[in-house]
């Protein structure tokens, strides 16, 4: 008889850590200064960063990708500063060996037989099973973990912040264009991605041990190697404890990670403990499905299904709600002035954003631009006004 709970299903339970701590992942693309074109130099850099970078810094699928990961922080604020952090001691890297960091979620004008898969076992691997698929125009996401005190608490939390994906995808549009073209979507990134096995809007599960057994069957049946060849768009990371929102896009300066964090530590907490998400959308898998599809082309001009009304509602008034509901939450976790700045981010995407850029300096003056703003330094609280501002 197999044992109740497989190794990799055994849930990070560390009394030490408060509830609720934050951890963030972006996917930063290396780009050639001189050209602005995809630098595919991950393998040879590596080797190369000091050891302040190197347990932060890490390959992923693409040769012209890596991964800033930040540690365990008590709060988004802490989590954003050592991010900042990080992308100064990067760029201040690079620079010398002619690269330039910058984040969206899509490089304008890259093609796919540019492209070149990392060097490493995992990535090979990956290669190997997915084949064309790994090798097409790379994507770039953001992805936040909260930590959640025991699986059970974190499964009841997944289940419920699949309602609220379409929303943190929304705010988070930053890739409207792709190979060269205005793609007329916010967020290209997510159908682009939509392309890999197991990502998108997991089913709802119920239970902590029914996540198990369905993901358990495919590793011992051997469809995949291990848990983190799932790339569903939220999902339970057992090994750190935590719940992983995957939904957004990255995003081009920290504060608007700061922003997307904060909005999800809140949704985490909230889902976790309490009941927000109206319990007819959590249970329409195919409504929440086809809100990411609208959120994903839309960005905040989507209007929405909501299944209690059978009408369509702006998703920009759900997320001014969203925010409202969010508040107290934020207050207990000390991000009031990140959902501010989600709340100017709201009102204007990184979509817009580069479409107003690509409209003033051409396509090809986009990326100059996102290497500029990645050590865009304005402090959260000034940055609400700066961005209000700018935006309006």
């Given at each position: 008889m197999r044992p109740s709970l497989p190794d990799w299903a055994i849930w990070n339970s560390d009394p030490g850590r408060p509830a609720w701590t934050v951890g963030i992942e972006e996917e930063v693309m290396l780009l050639d200064p001189d050209s602005w074109s995809l630098a595919q130099r991950i393998d040879s850099l590596l080797p190369e960063l000091s050891p302040r970078l190197a347990g932060s810094v890490s390959a992923e699928t693409h040769a012209c990708t890596l991964e800033l990961a930040t540690g365990v922080h008590p709060s988004v604020r802490s989590a954003a500063a050592e991010l900042?952090?990080?992308?100064?001691?990067?760029?201040?890297?690079?620079?010398?060996?002619?690269?330039?960091?910058?984040?969206?979620?899509?490089?304008?004008?890259?093609?796919?037989?540019?492209?070149?898969?990392?060097?490493?076992?995992r990535y090979q691997l990956l290669h190997e099973g997915l084949r064309v698929l790994a090798r097409r125009e790379p994507t770039f996401a953001l992805h936040v973990h909260v930590g959640v005190p025991d699986p059970h608490l974190a499964t009841r939390a997944v289940d419920r912040l699949r309602a609220h994906l379409p929303l943190i995808l929304a705010l988070s549009a930053n890739s409207p264009f792709w190979a060269g073209r205005d793609?007329?979507?916010?967020?290209?990134?997510?159908?682009?991605?939509?392309?890999?096995?197991?990502?998108?809007?997991?089913?709802?599960?119920?239970?902590?041990?029914?996540?198990?057994?369905?993901?358990?069957?495919?590793?011992r049946a051997g469809a995949f190697p291990e848990p983190t060849f799932v790339w569903s768009d939220v999902r339970l990371q057992p090994r750190f404890g935590t719940v992983e929102v995957r939904v957004a896009d990255a995003q081009t300066s920290v504060a608007e990670v700061a922003a997307i964090a904060a909005v999800i530590q809140a949704l985490v907490r909230i889902e976790a403990t309490e009941e927000l998400a109206d319990e007819a959308l959590v249970e329409a898998h195919e409504v929440i499905e086809e809100n990411r599809f609208l959120a994903a082309r839309d960005g905040m001009a989507a209007r929405l299904v909501d299944p209690a009304t059978d009408e369509r509602v702006p998703a920009a008034e759900q997320f001014s709600a969203l925010l409202e509901a969010c508040a107290d939450h934020a207050g207990a976790l000390d991000s009031r002035v990140e959902l501010e700045v989600a709340a100017v981010l709201a009102r204007r995407s990184g979509a817009e954003h580069q479409r107003q850029l690509a409209h003033n300096y051409g396509m090809e003056g986009v990326l100059p631009e996102l290497g500029r703003a990645f050590l865009d330094s304005t402090s959260l609280v000034a940055h609400v006004a700066a961005l209000a501002a700018a935006r309006s």
């Amino acid at each position: 008889m197999r044992p109740s709970l497989p190794d990799w299903a055994i849930w990070n339970s560390d009394p030490g850590r408060p509830a609720w701590t934050v951890g963030i992942e972006e996917e930063v693309m290396l780009l050639d200064p001189d050209s602005w074109s995809l630098a595919q130099r991950i393998d040879s850099l590596l080797p190369e960063l000091s050891p302040r970078l190197a347990g932060s810094v890490s390959a992923e699928t693409h040769a012209c990708t890596l991964e800033l990961a930040t540690g365990v922080h008590p709060s988004v604020r802490s989590a954003a500063a050592e991010l900042y952090s990080l992308r100064v001691a990067l760029a201040g890297e690079l620079r010398p060996l002619g690269l330039q960091p910058a984040v969206a979620g899509t490089h304008p004008l890259a093609l796919g037989h540019e492209v070149e898969v990392s060097g490493g076992a995992r990535y090979q691997l990956l290669h190997e099973g997915l084949r064309v698929l790994a090798r097409r125009e790379p994507t770039f996401a953001l992805h936040v973990h909260v930590g959640v005190p025991d699986p059970h608490l974190a499964t009841r939390a997944v289940d419920r912040l699949r309602a609220h994906l379409p929303l943190i995808l929304a705010l988070s549009a930053n890739s409207p264009f792709w190979a060269g073209r205005d793609t007329g979507m916010a967020s290209v990134r997510t159908p682009l991605f939509q392309a890999f096995p197991r990502a998108g809007v997991p089913r709802r599960c119920g239970s902590y041990e029914t996540y198990v057994e369905r993901l358990d069957v495919l590793l011992r049946a051997g469809a995949f190697p291990e848990p983190t060849f799932v790339w569903s768009d939220v999902r339970l990371q057992p090994r750190f404890g935590t719940v992983e929102v995957r939904v957004a896009d990255a995003q081009t300066s920290v504060a608007e990670v700061a922003a997307i964090a904060a909005v999800i530590q809140a949704l985490v907490r909230i889902e976790a403990t309490e009941e927000l998400a109206d319990e007819a959308l959590v249970e329409a898998h195919e409504v929440i499905e086809e809100n990411r599809f609208l959120a994903a082309r839309d960005g905040m001009a989507a209007r929405l299904v909501d299944p209690a009304t059978d009408e369509r509602v702006p998703a920009a008034e759900q997320f001014s709600a969203l925010l409202e509901a969010c508040a107290d939450h934020a207050g207990a976790l000390d991000s009031r002035v990140e959902l501010e700045v989600a709340a100017v981010l709201a009102r204007r995407s990184g979509a817009e954003h580069q479409r107003q850029l690509a409209h003033n300096y051409g396509m090809e003056g986009v990326l100059p631009e996102l290497g500029r703003a990645f050590l865009d330094s304005t402090s959260l609280v000034a940055h609400v006004a700066a961005l209000a501002a700018a935006r309006s």
